[in-house]
């Protein structure tokens, strides 16, 4: 029996990013003049930044509601809790934990008003994430604004000349990259950040693991069809809105080690 002939064509329609992207590389890197060792260290820095937020539009996709675009909300969750950590000048890994145990009531709160909409918008709800996080973008600046007058804001170092509201740019110096020099080693002048890649194999871990639970194939069955999985008994709304709850908390993780 004759193997299957390798169809270029096909595989190229397949992967037709991946290959544009090295091929993008391979003439740019060169052109670009920068050293490899920088180019590396780089792209390892911005693998552990956004691989928790990629994991954060995992489950709404088994899930079956698709890029979850209100993943913001989260981010935003995290900003708020990261502000307050600063104002309290807790730093380092200790200051980015409080940040993270912060955020999580926040993030629930969002997910579940989010969640709520988007079992409304059935069918639609890839561009109705947009627009909630577009207006919740406003309600995010008017409680930044909020901060000193009405939310306790103690160093003046944070706020605006005018008395409240947060600076467009807040230092997080001393906490940058905490996770990232914690368990750091060397590898030909390369930084490989051990414990982000420990946070992150974990996480994905538990995406694994929490796909065979039985709310995991619950959400695999709405994802796959909604009306056979609610003829079987499962609660459809329910089943959606926590996804969007614990992609919501994982986005503000995610926008916290970012």
């Not at 796959?224 to 499962?234: E, L, P, S, T």
Request: proline share 4%; glycine share 10%.
């Amino acid at each position: 029996m004759k193997g299957k002939r390798f169809d270029v064509k096909q595989f190229l329609g397949k992967n037709s990013v991946p290959v544009l992207f090295i091929i993008i590389c391979a003439v740019l890197i060169p052109v670009s003049g920068l050293p490899v060792s920088y180019i590396l260290n780089e792209a390892m820095t911005r693998l552990g930044r956004n691989a928790f937020l990629i994991l954060s539009l995992l489950i709404p996709i088994m899930a079956g509601m698709g890029l979850n675009f209100a993943m913001t909300l989260g981010a935003m969750a995290g900003e708020i809790a990261l502000i307050l950590v600063a104002d309290w000048q807790i730093w380092g890994i200790p200051g980015l934990v409080l940040a993270a145990i912060l955020s999580i009531p926040l993030s629930i709160l969002l997910g579940l008003m989010c969640g709520s909409i988007l079992n409304r918008a059935k069918g639609r709800e890839m561009v109705t994430s947009y627009f909630i996080a577009y207006c919740m973008t406003g309600v995010y600046q008017l409680v930044v604004y909020m901060m000193g007058p009405i939310i306790p804001i103690l160093h003046n170092t944070l706020k605006l000349p005018r008395g409240f509201g947060i600076r467009n740019t807040v230092s997080l110096l001393q906490m940058r990259q905490s996770i990232d020099n914690a368990l750091a080693i060397y590898v030909g002048g390369v930084k490989i950040p051990v414990l982000t890649l420990i946070i992150i194999a974990l996480a994905c871990l538990f995406i694994v693991w929490f796909r065979r639970t039985k709310l995991g194939q619950d959400m695999r069955a709405v994802g796959q069809d909604m009306n056979v999985a609610r003829d079987a008994g499962i609660n459809v709304d329910r089943t959606r809105l926590i996804s969007i709850v614990m992609s919501t908390v994982f986005a503000g993780f995610g926008m916290i080690i970012y």
